[in-house]
């Protein structure tokens, strides 16, 4: 079976675009600023485009609605948490489920950004160029949406009682959103806005 294009042919051609973007380049380095820079670099897109195959391609299209579509939902599905509004209240103030949401939501914020900055004040490592604590506070927040791993763990850990089971589940559920909700608002509301 032959492929699709031909190597020898595609480098070539790749060789000689990259030649084109490294001339408009020396022109312009702002690629905003730079038409033919744009242009090249928008054209040597569509070749790399144009020899993958169409699996790669529905592939890639069919990330974005997979990871933020069809995985929440499927998760949703499959951990099995009833919802009954009216005993809402009562199902989040149940020591299970509030523990649960306050030790992912708290507990990761207090572990990475607290472990954080201790190894930068002892002096075993530093931030990186363009990184602070209300970065690491931000990914703090992120890191207590552990949906998937703490539902296994729940299902371990109550395995052989069943209401305690949903209060976990359920406390899981409340502090991954929290935490997502959390970190999103704590991330875009003390991040730098450029331009």
């Keep these: 079976m032959r492929p699709k294009y031909d190597p020898d042919q595609f480098l070539s051609q790749i060789n000689e675009m990259i030649g084109q973007i490294k001339l408009a380049y020396r022109r312009e380095k702002n690629?905003?600023?730079?038409?033919?820079?744009?242009?090249?670099?928008?054209?040597?897109?569509?070749?790399?485009?144009?020899?993958?195959?169409?699996?790669?391609?529905?592939e890639r299209r069919m990330?974005?609605?997979?990871?933020?579509?069809?995985?929440?939902?499927?998760?949703?599905?499959?951990?099995?948490?009833?919802?009954?509004?009216?005993?809402?209240?009562?199902?989040?103030?149940?020591?299970?489920?509030?523990?649960?949401?306050?030790?992912l939501v708290g507990g990761k914020l207090i572990g990475i950004a607290g472990f954080s900055w201790l190894a930068v004040k002892f002096g075993l490592t530093s931030l990186p160029h363009g990184l602070n604590f209300k970065h690491i506070v931000g990914?703090?927040?992120?890191?207590?949406?552990?949906?998937?791993?703490?539902?296994?763990?729940?299902?371990?850990?109550?395995?052989?009682?069943?209401?305690?089971?949903?209060?976990?589940?359920?406390g899981i559920l409340l502090a991954s959103a929290l935490a997502g909700i959390s970190g999103f608002l704590w991330l875009y509301f003390t991040s730098e806005k450029n331009g």
């Design 31 to 58: 690629i905003v600023k730079n038409d033919e820079l744009r242009s090249r670099v928008h054209a040597l897109g569509e070749g790399v485009l144009l020899v993958q195959a169409p699996a790669q391609i529905l």
């Design 63 to 103: 990330h974005l609605p997979s990871a933020y579509l069809v995985i929440p939902i499927f998760s949703l599905a499959n951990a099995g948490i009833p919802i009954d509004w009216s005993t809402f209240g009562d199902v989040m103030l149940h020591p299970v489920s509030a523990g649960i949401a306050a030790g």
């Design 139 to 170: 990914v703090g927040f992120m890191g207590g949406i552990g949906f998937t791993m703490s539902i296994f763990i729940a299902e371990l850990g109550f395995a052989h009682h069943a209401e305690d089971l949903l209060m976990a589940k359920t």
